[in-house]
């Protein structure tokens, strides 16, 4: 299944634009260029540089320490 589960995400009201509803849905199943370019172009996988784990959408938005002073502002925005 996917990294992120619409357990763990607020509902979502979707706008009429068709390309925000597919980013939604790339970000909840973990498939976005930046983590899953290494499929296509037979690179090795892509690491978190600061913490040396694989890149992935849930690091990126939910777990990276390096990161969270840029999720702050978007976290308490959103609630």
Known sequence: ???IT???LPQWTYTHVRD???LLARLRIGHTY???RY???RDPQPYCEDYLVPLTVR???VECPSLIELR???LY???
């Open 6 to 8: 619409t357990s763990t």
């Open 59 to 61: 690091h990126l938005l």
């Open 20 to 22: 925000r509803r597919t």
């Open 39 to 41: 499929l296509l172009t």
């Open 77 to 79: 925005r959103c609630r």
């Open 72 to 74: 702050h502002p978007y």
């Open 1 to 3: 299944m996917g990294e």
């Open 34 to 36: 930046l983590t899953q």
